[in-house]
């Protein structure tokens, strides 16, 4: 489940709110052990994704750096020779 959360920060173009959604999606499900939760938590369950995301948005928001913005394309290219290396391993 976690590796389906990418680092959001210093690409161009910036995340979209979906992407940060969908992180705090998979964070979410990640500390409460459930992929859909029941009717009873479903309540509790979406004011955590909200809570994540709003803090994940504000954080991106107001980290600041130096370096130039990466390409999402080069690093997803990166990513995928990585993994091709690893499974021939």
Do not use: W
């Not at 920060?9 to 959604?21: G, K, L």
């Not at 500390?31 to 909200?50: C, L, M, W, Y």
């Amino acid at each position: 489940m976690c590796r389906n959360i990418h680092t959001l920060y210093n690409y161009e173009p910036q995340a979209t709110e979906d992407e940060v959604r969908g992180a705090a999606l998979q964070y979410v499900r990640k500390i409460s052990g459930f992929t859909k939760p029941s009717q009873a938590n479903a309540d509790a369950f979406e004011r955590a994704v909200d809570a994540v995301t709003a803090a994940s948005k504000q954080l991106l928001d107001e980290l600041v750096t130096s370096a130039s913005p990466k390409d999402r394309e080069v690093e997803a290219a990166k990513a995928r020779t990585r993994r091709a290396q690893r499974q021939a391993a």
